[in-house]
């Protein structure tokens, strides 16, 4: 059986041509968000300028959030803070995290900074119309 061969923008192989790929609930958050990244490539750049206002927002409207947020499971503190780090990352990071699936990956789907990447990124998928089908269906299949 032949192998899907992917190369992308910066010239790293995709997760795609792994000879033995994982069953996507073995696979933890940074690794579906490579996987996710090459399959939607041409996408990552309107999913990270809404990222980057979404972040913006949330800088501008602290206040608010920090009173509408008591009631709910992540304190409103935490989330300004996920949302600070997330920007911080996409400033430092740039045009790479549009070309490459492993900075994309590691760099907003590590650690805790997942938990805003994946709120977003459902937000953004139910923002998009009928024409972005195969981009809300990627996220379903990874991220819900």
């Not at 980057?52 to 009173?67: R, V």
């Not at 590590?110 to 977003?120: D, E, L, P, R, S």
Request: some cysteine; aromatic content about 10%.
């Amino acid at each position: 059986m032949p192998s899907i061969f992917i190369i992308n923008h910066s010239g790293e192989q995709s997760p795609l041509n792994h000879p033995i790929m994982r069953p996507l609930n073995a696979m933890d958050n940074v690794q579906k968000a490579r996987l996710f990244h090459a399959l939607v490539l041409t996408d990552i750049p309107a999913f990270l300028k809404y990222t980057t206002d979404s972040c913006l927002y949330i800088a501008n409207h602290t206040d608010a959030i920090i009173q509408s947020g008591k009631d709910h499971l992540l304190s409103p503190d935490f989330w300004i803070e996920l949302s600070k780090t997330v920007h911080i990352n996409i400033e430092k990071q740039g045009r790479r995290l549009e070309h490459s699936s492993v900075v994309f990956a590691e760099q907003l789907f590590g650690g805790y900074g997942a938990i805003f990447m994946i709120h977003t990124l459902l937000k953004y998928a139910g923002t998009l119309g009928e024409a972005d089908r195969k981009f809300k269906q990627a996220v379903d299949l990874f991220f819900s």
